[in-house]
């Protein structure tokens, strides 16, 4: 318990500090259910402080064989990690989180999501894929990038739909006072006249 609340609070730093400059984190600081704990890896917590608006958050579920994290950057206002594949290429799937995204000239389509939109463009099918998913939600929006190279395009989109998840916003909030025993906030109210 008490390497969790080091954790989180190192984690409050990192963030604090990554206001002006990206913060770079491991592969299993994503992770939905952090090991036996069955809260979010501290990454989870970092995204949804960033876009303090996004009422859903990414994580990451399972990610297949053939498939890893390559990068995680969390600033101020936006978070974002890249998936890299043995078949698909490197960063052939970017994943950001943003309090906003444009979805003109996207299709939406059925949602497995209750108050989550999800449209799709496709830009490009030969000789790779590329193409974006969005999903639209109340402060935020995640936006799926796919740059495939190669034959192989179900596999992609696969991942997209089964190993990145989505979190609310509110189960993060809630795991973070459990574990804290309230001592500290997802969102701290700001002190009179700036910052928390």
Do not use: K
Request: aromatic share 4%; net charge negative; charged share 25%.
């Amino acid at each position: 318990m008490r390497a969790r609340l080091l954790l989180l609070a190192t984690a409050g730093a990192v963030l604090l500090a990554g206001c002006a400059e990206p913060v770079s984190l491991g592969s299993d600081e994503l992770a939905c259910r952090n090991g036996e704990d069955t809260g979010p890896a501290n990454g989870v917590v970092l995204m949804a402080q960033a876009v303090d608006t996004a009422s859903w958050v990414p994580c990451l579920d399972t990610i297949p064989l053939s498939w890893h994290l390559s990068d995680v950057q969390v600033r101020d206002g936006s978070g974002r990690f890249w998936l890299d594949s043995d078949r698909g290429g490197d960063r052939a799937i970017e994943v950001a989180l943003t309090p906003t995204c444009r979805t003109r000239n996207a299709t939406e389509i059925p949602s497995d999501r209750d108050g989550v939109r999800r449209l799709e463009q496709v830009s490009e099918v030969t000789p790779g894929y590329r193409g974006t998913r969005f999903y639209v939600f109340d402060g935020g929006c995640l936006t799926v990038h796919f740059q495939i190279a190669g034959d192989n395009r179900a596999e992609p989109l696969a991942v997209a739909t089964e190993g990145i998840d989505l979190l609310r916003r509110t189960d993060v909030e809630q795991h973070v006072n459990e574990e804290t025993d309230g001592r500290l906030q997802l969102d701290p109210v700001p002190a009179e006249g700036g910052r928390p």
